[in-house]
């Protein structure tokens, strides 16, 4: 941690656990073990503190975790690295990421996993966690990492030897997490037979249309049933797969982009969009914002997956599936959340404290006495988000040209200040910073 020094942000709007709008108060910080020391309405007199007197009245999340990320290292660091993206993320005050495996090589074995912790030990300015990848042989060596936030289970093709059509049989006893990709690769197939042989953005999303997904969602509930496993579903794209999980306990995620854009955002930004699962149909993003508003959508994550824009742009083969989104997710659902759309509370657990608790990331997710000061600092104000606001190292975004009504303009991991307006002069991880395997 850093030296003695105590911060105060006095007369902010904290959004506390269970409060519906936010409390105004003093948070006192002790940087020196990174914790929440006090909140109170009179901490003024602590004459060791320094003042943030330029964050008062401004709203304080509790740090937010967004629990599907790919920042690309090992085997594609050109797109994205840890220091870029822990800056595209603070920059959205998300202050913890949880890592996918389909790295290059991908992380399943305790060798490829201890060497993808110790390039993130030294890079990322945020905490962290990371996910291993199945394979049909190695379930026992991952169960021995103690320390992983959850095993990957890849229902459809990507990075690495990790494909698992038929899951019925994987051993899912024990405590660790099992988190599904679920598309149904053979769907998936058959439909390529149909409509692969023509490089087309429209046909991506018919190739791996809403059946794929539903159909995978039934086997990983009925796998459930089967064996009371712990199971988390990684971005729901469609409704459907969101009542098929409503009597079970599996959670969830959605990400942004399947929320607030579909095919018809295609006509401008064509494979710049694609992704698995796909863009939905306009009436699908529609429904599964109905699902947000009525608050049966539990986490929302970005799927943070840069590629090189040349890549994307590259239409002589399929151009790889991935949106570079972590600087703009957290915004769209602050849009929200300002617009009446949406309470604090709620908007608070599905950007926090419901992850928080699913993946065991302990003294996070809230704003409490002795939690971790991991905070979100928002001021409301108008902006668009454009090339100057992206600090992916990809240098694109797929959200590049929307609005916002409000903005993250500083967060603070484990009670280290990032402000936003100097994310910019950040080349290494600062030596006083400390950051966490979650």
């Known amino acids: 941690m850093s030296n003695n020094t105590k911060y ?165 006893a024990g405590d660790m997490l099992f988190a599904f990709h679920a598309e149904d690769e053979k769907i998936i197939q058959e439909n390529t037979k149909k409509w692969g042989h023509e490089i087309n953005i429209y046909n991506h999303t018919k190739i791996r249309g809403e059946k794929a997904a539903v159909s995978a969602v039934k086997q990983v509930v009925e796998l459930q049933k089967k064996t009371s496993g712990k199971f988390h579903l990684c971005h729901a794209s469609s409704p459907q797969e969101i009542d098929l999980l409503s009597d079970t306990k599996i959670s969830h995620e959605v990400c942004a982009h399947h929320l607030f854009l579909d095919t018809s955002d295609y006509e401008n930004k064509e494979f710049l969009l694609k992704c698995n699962p796909p863009i939905r149909e306009k009436e699908t993003a529609g429904n599964l914002r109905k699902a947000l508003y009525e608050e049966r959508i539990e986490m929302i994550a970005t799927d943070h997956a840069p590629h090189l824009i040349e890549e994307k742009q590259e239409t002589s083969k399929w151009p790889p599936s991935g949106i570079p989104s972590i600087e703009a997710g957290t915004h769209l659902i602050l849009n929200e959340l300002f617009s009446g759309k949406l309470n604090f509370n709620y908007v608070s657990k599905i950007l926090s404290s419901n992850a928080a608790k699913r993946f065991n990331i302990k003294k996070r997710g809230e704003i409490k006495e002795g939690n971790f000061a991991d905070l979100a600092v928002i001021h409301e104000e108008m902006w668009t988000l454009s090339k100057g606001d992206i600090y992916s190292k990809c240098g694109w975004n797929g959200f590049e040209g929307f609005t916002f009504n409000s903005k993250v303009i500083a967060s603070f991991v484990n009670g280290f200040l990032y402000k936003r307006n100097q994310l910019d002069e950040i080349i290494y991880r600062p030596k006083e910073a400390c950051i966490f395997e979650v």
């Open 8 to 172: 105060i942000l006095p007369g902010v709007k904290a959004v506390l656990p269970e409060k519906k709008e936010p409390e105004a108060c003093d948070i006192l910080i002790n940087t020196k073990d990174g914790l929440i020391e006090k909140i109170d309405k009179h901490l003024r007199k602590e004459e060791d503190a320094v003042f943030l007197e330029e964050f008062e009245g401004m709203v304080v999340f509790p740090g937010f975790i967004d629990p599907h990320v790919h920042f690309r290292v090992p085997g594609k660091s050109e797109a994205e690295d840890w220091l870029n993206g822990s800056k595209a993320a603070l920059s959205a005050g998300i202050t913890t990421v949880l890592d996918m495996p389909n790295n290059n090589p991908p992380v399943t074995n305790l060798k490829s996993y201890e060497s993808k912790k110790d390039i993130v030990n030294q890079n990322s300015l945020i905490n962290f966690g990371l996910f291993g990848g199945l394979t049909k042989d190695n379930i026992d060596e991952l169960k021995k990492i103690k320390t992983l936030k959850g095993i990957k289970v890849y229902m459809a093709s990507t990075t690495g030897d990790m494909l698992l059509e038929n899951i019925m049989n994987i051993d899912t």
